[in-house]
């Protein structure tokens, strides 16, 4: 069940908040069976009497801290934050617009009540006029309308809503840019225009007509265009969902350019481009027939909309709720009801050089004396006048260049939707899961019909193990070469298909190449059809080469920035046998040719093994046409099973007590983290289910007093979880604390305390707690999937991860039954506890700039740190490979 209560707290509200949604969602509640008259009683209370205690204050002012300390290096908040300051004095954009300790502080310091001013904030706006409710459950419409008459009808009446606002100066400076200092290597050109509001323009969505041709990727678009001359690698554009871009204030169409190194000295070339695009538009006038596309397609994912979680579904209806009339709550979204030319002109008319806002991010900024300092951020940047003879050429352009166009019509767009499952008859026995309809050396085929959701959908899935393509360093660059090229290669077919709801997927496993087509399935066997051919015939040219290595370089560089990150990627760098460190990559990458590529590309292709998954509204024959595919353009000897890549676990020895400490990557990081790796045992043989079944137990019984305990109580920082962590195949256990204000050891010292102290919880459990976790487990062990999708995911890791018991769940389910809490209290005792000689842990701590490495060093014999991983992992023992 799930219970959402949003509120409509504009920009027009002058407050710092954590939330930059268009609309803030003040409460969230999701819950299963039971109570729930009850629960949702004590939810509603937070907006009828909340208590605001000042204790709660005070911690809450710490996790706000903790929450912005998290996104200090972010560079799109940078950017947004920098937006904000540099707005018009007196604008309501012209704000802090996260909130931290100091802005909390400093307000107490200046002699304002915190408290009374959130009692202040809650009275002026938690009242039934601006708040809106959303109830999900499985009780008629009935039984729920009557719990929340009951449980929120005392919520209090406020003024009535205002009208929407008009926007009366501009937002931003007129003829200036903006360079900002970025933390990651990046290079991105934003635009921004200001809108009026367009709330009640909804049924004619103009805006999105013009996002759908200005960020358009096919030949013709300014994508293409930019992309053919080697400066930029993607453009997204549109009116976000964030509170700044749509407001009742104006909306704020963004369009962001990713630029290369060499685009990066384009860059005012490229807005004349943008304004010749622009100009394309006006001369060319609106297009019934694009905006009649966009109907069919908004249409048809509505008629045949997947369901969501339901605390997903239910966020966003609260949020339509405050933008949408009732009828439209629903589908307000999708409605492409009205064509208005004129309107889509009028917008126009906003895409203006003196309407317009530049940001251009980058590490590769020049430094000035005139650079400034924003305040909450530390960012750098400088402000720079546009000249004015640039302003005039955007202003009207003297040509456009003839590479320039419309897109052509989309031939994706599906036209058939009958349901497979209405016109066959099914075994159910038969059908409950996926069959294995081929086994041969060269494919593996696994199938499923959908006979539950009945939609015009299917998934297909399959990884492609290429030939060597993962034995060395420089195999293992090369592979990533191709596959990037291809997916650049590949992009305007697939960017169509996208557009009509098909979407594609690739990406690089080790040796195994990932191909996803999925989505609407009547343009399906076309759109894969189309894939292969251009992956068999396509080679890489000199042009596209230099751009893709640059980029991959730029995405090396910019790996491990974020320490959560870091940290898996150090743990599974340990861990794993064969891990090319990135480091060793970016030193490799260069010295590779076109060359070396061109003649690697043919060995790769030349054995192939695949495996696959067709589940959805497809017929059997249907899948196995579908693998006919394959072998009509790829032709090859299959590979055998000794040449293919096997992963290696590191089998922990006895009693292992193992230490990795490492620098965060970003000299300016103030996050430390550390992770806390527990090897358990191999996820194989008759013990799997029992083991997960107490593993997952567990996880279930100490999240809420971990997260009490080491957020609630001691703050020791914003993230604060564990759960268990499957390394292929073999099972372990984890605990993650990220903090800005402790080092690691202080960190890991009160994780080991929790940890320690679990014997007491775990024994102090009565009879009734402990079996209300296992129900609560079982329950969402037998939660029925949401959505295809969601079944598809399921499914395909039992194939990647070659367990094929597709039936896990239940089994663990049923197995919950008989698990005594002797059992669970032991599973600890044995794998978690020291001294057990089973207790086998891996602790990876990523020091903050704020930390001290030199405070790592410990005393205690028993614990081993690793100095020199390459010697370490030549002397361990590893599991055999599994998958």
Not at 50 to 55: C, F, M, Q, S
Not at 290 to 300: P, T
Request: aromatic content about 12%.
């Amino acid at each position: 069940m799930a219970v959402i209560l949003s509120s409509s707290l504009d920009v027009r509200a002058t407050f710092c908040s954590n939330s930059h949604n268009r609309n803030s969602v003040l409460g969230v509640l999701k819950f299963g069976k039971g109570g729930e008259e009850t629960v949702m009683g004590r939810f509603s209370q937070f907006f009828i009497s909340p208590l605001v205690k000042a204790e709660a204050m005070e911690r809450e002012v710490l996790a706000v801290d903790s929450e912005f300390n998290q996104v200090l290096q972010n560079d799109s908040c940078r950017l947004q934050q920098l937006q904000c300051h540099t707005s018009a004095p007196g604008h309501p954009f012209n704000q802090f617009f996260w909130g931290n300790k100091k802005s909390l502080v400093d307000a107490m310091e200046k002699g304002i009540n915190l408290r009374e001013q959130i009692l202040k904030f809650y009275n002026d706006y938690y009242h039934g006029e601006l708040m809106k409710l959303v109830v999900i459950g499985g009780e008629t419409l009935d039984v729920l309308e009557s719990w929340v008459l009951e449980l929120f009808s005392n919520v209090k009446k406020g003024p009535a809503v205002k009208q929407d606002a008009t926007l009366e100066v501009p937002i931003w400076r007129s003829g200036k840019y903006y360079q900002l200092e970025a933390v990651k290597d990046v290079h991105i050109l934003d635009l921004l225009w200001t809108l009026p509001c367009l709330r009640r323009d909804y049924l004619k969505k103009s805006e999105d007509y013009l996002a759908h041709l200005i960020g358009h990727e096919g030949r013709g678009s300014l994508h293409f265009f930019l992309k053919a001359k080697g400066w930029a690698t993607s453009i997204s554009a549109g009116v976000g969902d964030e509170g700044m871009q749509r407001s009742s204030l104006a909306y704020i169409f963004g369009m962001s350019i990713h630029l290369t190194d060499s685009g990066l000295e384009k860059i005012f070339e490229i807005v004349s481009f943008v304004y010749q695009y622009l100009k394309l538009l006006r001369q060319v006038s609106p297009q019934e027939w694009i905006f009649k596309e966009l109907q069919d397609i908004a249409n048809m994912e509505f008629r045949f909309a997947e369901e969501q979680p339901q605390d997903d579904y239910a966020a966003e209806l609260a949020e339509n709720l405050l933008v949408y009339p009732p009828e439209h709550v629903i589908y307000g979204d999708y409605a492409y009801e009205v064509w208005d030319a004129q309107m889509i002109k009028f917008i126009l008319g906003f895409f203006t050089p003196e309407n317009m806002r530049i940001d251009i991010v980058s590490k590769s900024v020049k430094k000035s004396k005139d650079f400034q300092c924003e305040p909450w951020f530390g960012s750098q940047y400088s402000v720079e006048d546009i000249s004015p003879s640039l302003m005039e050429l955007w202003k009207d352009p003297p040509g456009i260049n003839e590479s320039l166009h419309l897109p052509a019509r989309n031939d994706f767009i599906p036209c058939d939707f009958s349901i497979r499952a209405n016109i066959v008859s099914i075994d159910s026995a038969d059908m409950s899961y996926p069959r294995c309809i081929i086994d041969e050396p060269y494919l593996k085929l696994w199938y499923k019909l959908d006979e539950k959701f009945k939609l015009p959908r299917a998934n297909t899935y399959f990884r492609i193990t290429l030939n060597g393509g993962y034995n060395d360093l420089k195999s293992s660059l090369l592979t990533e070469l191709f596959i990037h090229l291809l997916k650049d290669e590949l992009n305007e077919i697939t960017y169509q298909a996208s557009v009509a709801k098909l979407e594609t997927s690739v990406s690089l496993f080790s040796d195994k190449l990932e191909l996803k087509v999925y989505g609407f399935n009547d343009k399906l066997p076309v759109l894969l059809s189309k894939v292969l051919a251009i992956t068999k015939s396509f080679t890489p040219t000199d042009d596209r080469f230099k751009v893709i290595r640059e980029d991959i370089e730029r995405t090396l560089r910019n790996t491990n920035m974020k320490p959560l990150n870091h940290s898996s990627y150090l743990r599974l760098q340990v861990l794993c046998q064969s891990f090319w460190d990135v480091d060793e990559k970016l030193c490799l990458l260069n010295d590779l040719s076109l060359h070396d590529l061109r003649a690697y590309i043919p060995q790769l292709l030349s054995q192939l093994y695949i495996e696959g998954l067709c589940h959805g509204n497809l017929l059997e024959e249907e899948a196995i046409n579908i693998s006919k595919i394959f072998r009509s353009y790829f032709l090859v000897q299959p590979l055998p099973s000794e040449l293919r890549h096997k992963e290696y676990v590191m089998c922990l020895p006895l009693s292992a007590d193992l230490i990795r400490d490492v620098e965060v990557k970003n000299k300016l990081e103030k996050n430390s983290v550390v992770e806390l790796y527990f090897q358990i045992e191999p996820e194989v043989g008759t013990k799997l289910t029992k083991l997960k079944a107490l593993v997952d137990l567990f996880d279930e019984i100490i999240q809420e007093p971990l997260f009490n305990q080491l957020r609630t109580k001691e703050q020791l920082g914003y993230v604060v979880d564990c759960s268990p962590r499957v390394t292929y195949r073999i099972l372990g256990f984890c605990f993650r604390v990220q903090s800005s204000e402790y080092n690691p050891v202080y960190l890991q010292g009160r994780i080991d305390n929790f940890i320690n102290g679990l014997e007491e919880l775990l024994d102090g459990l009565d009879d009734e707690s402990f079996e209300n976790y296992k129900n609560g487990l079982t329950a969402k062990l037998l939660e029925k999937d949401p959505s295809l999708s969601y079944e598809s995911s399921r499914y395909w890791g039992q194939i990647i991860d070659k367990r094929y018991m597709f039936d896990l769940s239940e089994k663990e389910a049923e197995e919950l039954k008989s698990i005594p809490k002797c059992d669970v209290l032991n599973w600890y005792k044995t794998f978690l506890r020291q001294p057990s000689p089973h207790c086998r842990r891996l602790a990876v701590r990523v020091w903050g700039c704020n930390t001290n490495l030199l405070e790592a060093d410990t005393p205690l014999t028993s614990v081993q740190a690793i100095k020199d991983l390459a010697a370490f992992k030549m002397s361990s023992n590893f599991y055999p490979a599994f998958c």
